[in-house]
């Protein structure tokens, strides 16, 4: 078994929830993130009580073999009332939501995710040219129309396939590292790759230092701005796997139940807490 | 809930404002594959920042930041302003920041 994790490159088909926060830029973008930023940057239906939805294009996979599922998490939560979320995507032109959730309590980010088995456009196995036409998003519905909404900052989808195996022919006087190497997953390739991203919890090192005295927003200003400008850190040697958002905000659910799930979190003083509903 | 003074939510905010410049600015360069991943170092450096304020996470900061802006607004928490707020006070939270 194996995971590839595809997030939003860029507008899909629909843009209908009606706000996003910063208001600069495109909805994509708001929920795009490999570790959730909450409310720093997120996608929100203000105060209509009946739901809109966005769908994002995604990039290209790089998976083979049999495709056993997709998944589709999104993190939202409820403001001013409890509102209700759904996933969506659109396939072979077939639009297609998932099922409504109500986030609470209020205000709290929870994560969610549903599982597809099947490609709901055609009820038939998913293809890896399915996954490379598809279009992910959520659907949002304000729980009331005064200060109510219901947000979103995070959607992504997973694949899950079986790799293909190359079986080795007889004419082939290899050692059976060919062999070996068709069973690696994407993943494990692509780690190796500098600047490929690896998928863990990237750190730049240097930038974590914990050296630095006393607070100064110019000197913060400074390193944001600075990681900005030097790619942010995402090489492959620069990386380290661990640290404290591992904890804060991890958001990796593993391998599920086909039903929809769901990830409370509840950071508590020095240090976070997960309760699994 | 914690309570945090004036001065670190103001901070807090600042930092806020800074990681959103960041992003921006990220997302105005051409999409390519390491752009998700790209977002975590920033928001280590805007985390370190709100620790340094006494904020342990993103949620705790946002939560303290919502609560002074209901107290500018004349309500003592937000449970107050859900049961006391007029639509103009609702309007008048919205512009503030967030």
Known sequence: ???ETLRPNAAGDETSINTQYPSSGEHWDKVDEETADNDTTKVYNWQVTSYQRDLYNLPASSGSGTINFIRIYFKVKS???IGYAKPSLKSNSTVTDGTEVSPSPLNTWITYSQQWNTNPADGQAWEWADIDALQIGVSLKAGGTSSDAAQCTQVYVEVDYTPAITEKSSSDSGSGADA????ETPEAKSSSDAGSGAEGTPIQSA????????FSIEALTSRLLA?????????????????????LFATELGEGSDSLTAKIEMPIKGGGMKLWT | M???SEDNILAGRTAVDAYRTA???????????????????LLNILLDG???????????????SEELNVKELGFTDRRDFERRATDEDREALEEMWR
Do not use: R
Not at chain 1, 180 to 183: A, E, Q
Not at chain 2, 50 to 64: C, G, P, T, Y
């Open chain 2, 2 to 4: 914690p309570q945090h």
């Open chain 2, 50 to 64: 709100l620790k340094e304020q006494d904020f342990n996470s993103l949620d705790e900061f946002f939560d303290a």
């Open chain 1, 79 to 81: 403001y001013g009332a």
């Open chain 1, 1 to 3: 078994m194996a995971t």
């Open chain 1, 227 to 247: 990681a900005v400008d030097t790619g942010g850190g995402v090489e492959a040697s620069s990386v380290e796997t661990e640290g404290p958002l591992k904890s």
């Open chain 2, 23 to 41: 992003h921006t600015q990220m997302h105005s360069k051409p999409w390519h594959k390491g752009i998700p991943q790209e977002h975590t170092p």
């Open chain 1, 180 to 183: 070996v190497d068709s069973l």
């Open chain 1, 207 to 214: 930038i974590l230092a914990s050296s630095e005295a006393g």
